[in-house]
């Protein structure tokens, strides 16, 4: 099983390695940006030669892993407090932080006609539940909970809030028909530059305080230089092409 | 290439499963025969503790795992000691998470063939002059053995099915810690529903078949 299994990682890591002297990089992943970092570490490794090892988990825990010896040596966090932390507890490399994408927010509904373009559905209150994800652990269900604030619906419509753990489930909630509409991430319901389904209202930015995700490089990949290669090329233009068709800002 | 992947997570979690189910069994039977015949005060207590894992929620167990086998904690300081480093993150550091998480499934089915077997063959081994250890391995073993399937199968199919655990410890890290309950995690969060669905529902599959061939195996005893 072992021999087949290796057999069929090698010749998977020969089909995406070029010809410059590869190496290896370990990158910490927050989970909203998944799908995205899949394809941007794909691109990477053709382009590069080096290898990009993902490993996905939401912020906190992932924060929790590093600061008790994961051996990662990029973070893409979901937010830019917990990258400032860790510089400034000295396990991230001080001054190497970046913003790599910014989140927006979505109102969705799975099912077409639900919402409308302006959030005016949330004012008429015609719904059963409302879906959040946790506020106190996830930027998005934060940023949700200041929207609801700024339009003066906090309290009305406190008592129709579901929250999810996090943004992934609050998508599972609304996209499985359990709850009529939520405050989504845009990359969730986006993809190709248009949404996937349903009906949509996207929050307009200054509602809610920016949702920058930002990155930084650790102490284990200080000298690394896959590590400093994969933070450049997460400012590159082609990695800015993939961010954006994700429904992120940059 | 998303195959591979979830070849490489099938992989590892059936030899996570078969490296755990082997140090359980070798572990938990000394243990699980200690709860059969002790009368010790301190019965109770370790017994509830073998039982911890059953009602403590994976990420209180993965969390404390983490910080004692940190940089920091006392296991992990003692680890970097002896020079073959830190645990956690490692396949190794897994096989310790395991091995504490799936203990009750072991131990317990093995203590209740332990008690099962009753003092009175025990009693006649002696009178004919066996030793401990020869009646420990011809008398016990063969009459429990029905208690080492289930103890194995049991130890083996909660292994599999681990998820919290794995994921604080392992840090979902490709090839070395990335079980197949991670790699669905990895799939929802991606929102790749379909290839979320195949591993699940070989999950499903897998722990039915297992709970069935148990359910066969206890009603062919009983008669």
Redesign the interface.
């Given at each position: 099983?072992?021999a087949v299994?290796a057999r069929?990682?090698c010749?998977?890591a020969v089909l995406s390695c070029g010809t410059a002297p590869a190496a290896e990089v370990?990158v910490?992943v927050a989970?909203?940006f998944?799908?995205p970092m899949?394809k941007i570490a794909?691109e990477f490794e053709r382009d590069t030669g080096h290898k990009a090892?993902?490993?996905?988990?939401a912020t906190g825990?992932l924060y929790?892993?590093i600061t008790?010896?994961?051996?990662?040596e990029l973070f893409l966090s979901a937010d830019d407090t917990t990258p400032a932390k860790l510089e400034q507890e000295g396990v991230a490399v001080a001054g190497s932080r970046f913003t790599y994408a910014i989140g927006r927010l979505v109102l969705w509904s799975a099912q077409p006609g639900v919402v409308d373009d302006k959030g005016e559905v949330l004012k008429r209150g015609a719904f059963a539940h409302l879906a959040v994800a946790n506020p106190k652990t996830a930027p998005y269900g934060a940023a949700a909970m200041a929207v609801l604030r700024r339009l003066g619906l906090a309290d009305a419509l406190a008592p129709k809030l579901v929250t999810g753990e996090n943004i992934?489930q609050t998508?599972?909630f609304v996209a499985s028909g359990n709850v009529e509409l939520g405050f989504l991430a845009l990359s969730?319901v986006w993809a190709d530059g248009r949404l996937t389904g349903g009906s949509a209202w996207q929050v307009p930015a200054e509602l809610h305080e920016p949702l920058r995700q930002d990155a930084v490089i650790l102490a284990a990949g200080r000298d690394k230089p896959a590590a400093r290669a994969l933070a450049d090329y997460l400012r590159g233009a082609k990695a800015a092409a993939i961010i954006r068709s994700y429904g992120y800002g940059l | 290439?998303t195959s591979?992947v979830d070849?490489?997570a099938i992989?590892l979690t059936?030899?996570l499963a078969a490296v755990t189910t082997t140090i359980l069994l070798v572990l938990g039977t000394p243990v699980a025969w200690w709860l059969a015949r002790t009368r010790s005060a301190f019965k109770g207590a370790v017994g509830a503790v073998v039982a911890l894992p059953l009602v403590l929620p994976p990420t209180v167990i993965g969390?404390y795992l983490?910080?004692t086998m940190?940089?920091?904690?006392p296991i992990?300081q003692f680890t970097q000691a002896l020079g073959i480093g830190?645990l956690?993150?490692s396949f190794a550091g897994l096989v310790v998470g395991s091995v504490f998480y799936s203990l009750p499934f072991v131990v317990q089915p093995l203590q209740q063939a332990f008690e099962a077997i009753g003092e009175r063959p025990l009693e006649v081994a002696v009178t004919l002059r066996a030793g401990a250890l020869d009646t420990f391995f011809s008398v016990v073993l063969p009459l429990a053995r029905p208690g080492f399937v289930t103890a194995a199968v049991l130890g083996f199919a909660h292994t599999v099915g681990e998820f919290g655990v794995v994921?604080?410890i392992g840090?979902?890290?490709?090839?070395r810690t990335?079980v197949v309950s991670v790699q669905i995690?990895?799939h929802?969060?991606?929102?790749?529903y379909a290839e979320a669905h195949w591993l699940s529902a070989g999950m499903v599959v897998f722990s039915f078949l297992v709970l069935l061939l148990l359910n066969r195996r206890k009603r062919g005893s009983v008669r």
């Open positions: 099983m072992k299994l069929l990682l010749a998977a370990s910490a989970a909203n998944t799908a899949q794909a090892r993902l490993a996905f988990g825990k929790a892993q008790n010896g994961a051996p990662f992934a998508h599972q969730q | 290439m591979v070849l490489a992989g059936l030899e969390f983490l910080v940190g940089p920091h904690g992990g830190l956690p993150f994921l604080m840090g979902n890290i490709p090839d990335r995690y990895n929802v969060e991606a929102l790749e």
